[in-house]
């Protein structure tokens, strides 16, 4: 006689609200963005300063992090080098939200696992919370 086990694997989205954590110095935007994520449905912790935010990543432990590279502190290179030297840091999914373009960031971002680049200029709110439903996705 055979038993047959079934394992069903549920979407992220099925055990609860997914985490975001916002590390990001301009308080409006910070702000708003915590506000269209939360009416998403999504569980969002913010912090204004890289040094806080690595403490907040620590507590939280987010499903997603968005990211500014120029912040008082702590830039956000360095949250993100810190964030990866941890061994549970590494699945954690990261976009880098910042107004420098890739050519001004630093080039070690791109072997710290960061999953999008998005200059803030030339992207809407609206774009950027699709762009972030797209990560937590894949």
């Known amino acids: 006689m055979h038993i047959l086990s079934t394992v069903f694997l549920l979407p992220l989205k099925d055990m609860g609200p997914q985490k975001i954590t916002i590390i990001e110095d301009d308080a ?10 939360s009416a998403q449905g999504f569980s969002v912790t913010t912090a204004s300063d890289g040094e806080s935010g690595l403490a907040l990543i620590e507590t939280e432990r987010p499903h997603l992090v968005l990211l500014d590279l120029k912040m008082p502190k702590l830039p956000g290179n360095e949250v993100l080098k810190r964030l990866r030297a941890k061994s549970w840091g590494e699945t954690i999914k990261v976009i880098i939200l910042t107004n420098m373009n890739k050519s001004e960031g630093t080039s070690d971002l791109r072997f710290l696992g960061v999953n999008r680049y998005i200059l803030k200029v030339l992207h809407t709110p609206s774009q950027v919370v699709e762009i972030i439903k797209e990560v937590l996705n894949e």
């Open 28 to 37: 409006t935007i910070r702000d708003m963005y915590a506000l269209k994520l």
